[in-house]
Structures are given as structure tokens and as C-alpha cells.
């Protein structure tokens, strides 16, 4: 071979290994971005669930509260009505 030729081939050569790196180098660069984008949308599936959850619980608490207002009010109902009946028993007003 000769010594002209030899050159330019160790460049082509040289000029090749380096186009794979950094075609590998681009290669792990994107596993890296796809493995990230895919985190951040588990990420944001979980989040969403836990909301999901979150709103679901808090409803139903809502809906436990509302009823022990409910429950309450009827008891005081009828504990007022209860002092009413026997005031007018005691005193002799209304029949």
C-alpha cells in the first residue's frame, strides 16, 4: 500500500468510528428521553388516581357529614317537640 493512500484511509476509518459513537451516543440520548417522557406519564396516571381517590373519599365524607346534620337536626326536632308536649301537659294549655 502506499503511504498516500494509507492516510486517507485512516481518516475514512477514524471519520467512521466516530460517526457510530455518536450515532450510538444519539441512540442512548433518545432511550434516555423516551424512558423519562414514559416516568413522567406513569407519573401523571398516578397523580391522577390518587385525585381520582381523593375526590372520591371526600365526597363521601361530605355526604357522612350532611347526614349526621340531618340526624341531629331530627333529634333536636323532636326533643323540642318532646319539651313542647310536656310543657303544655304540665300547664294544662292546648289539649
Not at 3 to 17: D, E
Not at 70 to 82: C, L, M, P, T, V
Amino acid at each position: 500500500m502506499k503511504r498516500g493512500t494509507f492516510l486517507p484511509l485512516s481518516v475514512v476509518a477514524l471519520l467512521a468510528c466516530a460517526g457510530m459513537a455518536s450515532a450510538q451516543a444519539q441512540s442512548a440520548g433518545q432511550d434516555i428521553k423516551r424512558d423519562t417522557r414514559a416516568a413522567g406519564h406513569d407519573i401523571a396516571d398516578g397523580a391522577r388516581d390518587v385525585g381520582h381517590a381523593t375526590r372520591k373519599v371526600a365526597i363521601k365524607v361530605g355526604h357522612g357529614a350532611r347526614d349526621a346534620g340531618h340526624g341531629i337536626a331530627k333529634g333536636a326536632r323532636e326533643g323540642w317537640d318532646a319539651t313542647k308536649k310536656g310543657f303544655k301537659e304540665v300547664f294544662h294549655k292546648g289539649g
